[in-house]
């Protein structure tokens, strides 16, 4: 197999443009000539600071950010890595104190100048049902009120914006509670999308 680029990057196959790429330093440095494959690993930062091998799709991002389209769909067979590449899109786009930008360093979205423009910049709700595995109506919508639950308790800093109303805010924890109504779960990504969007703008301005 013939190298291409850094050290730990090898072509995904003959005649394509993806790469295989290892985590080098800061990360936690893997081995530049045996690398591992992340089987069924699906968080795009705990496989690169794992050091496992990765195939470098993300010139998707720059495709994506450059589409005007307001709702994507990517229709792929299971074990194609749809989570795996929205969780990519996830932690490039989400906006927090913490600087990501080692986990893109070595990738080729770090060197457009287009999608770096989005980089860290916005309010980021990232929702997978991919583990729910049910066979009834009712065990699904648990386990979605589950994960809606999971999901608002993962911005829970958003209660200490002055952006919520009192009304809102006693939503809020009445979700956190877990006390949510098949109604609560239709609702309840634009409602955290609107008050995260808010509370985003008040904690970081242009």
């Known amino acids: 197999m013939t190298r291409r680029g850094r050290p730990g990057t090898v072509p995904a196959r003959p005649g394509s443009a993806d790469t295989i790429t290892s985590s080098d330093s800061p990360l936690r440095a893997a081995s530049r000539h045996a690398l591992v494959p992340a089987l069924g690993q699906s968080d795009f930062r705990e496989l690169r600071r794992a050091g496992a091998g990765y195939v ?8 994506l950010l450059a589409d005007p389209a307001q709702v994507v769909l990517f229709p792929r067979p299971r074990r194609f890595g749809k989570t795996l590449n ?19 360093q070595d990738l080729a979205v770090w060197n457009d100048p287009a999608a770096r423009e989005h980089f860290q910049r916005y309010p980021v709700l990232f929702l997978t049902f991919k583990d729910i595995k049910t066979l009834s109506y009712e065990t699904t919508l648990d386990a979605i009120r589950t994960e809606v639950q999971r999901l608002y308790s993962q911005h829970q800093h958003l209660l200490k914006s002055d952006a919520l109303r009192p009304d809102e805010r006693r939503h809020y924890e009445h979700m956190l509670l877990g006390e949510i109504s098949e109604e609560d779960c239709r609702g309840s990504l634009r409602e955290l999308s609107d008050t995260s969007r808010a509370t985003t703008a008040r904690r970081w301005p242009s």
């Open 56 to 63: 470098d799709k993300t010139p998707f991002l720059g495709q």
């Open 86 to 104: 929205l969780s990519t899109l996830a932690y490039f786009l989400g906006k927090r104190d913490e600087d990501l930008s080692p986990l893109f």
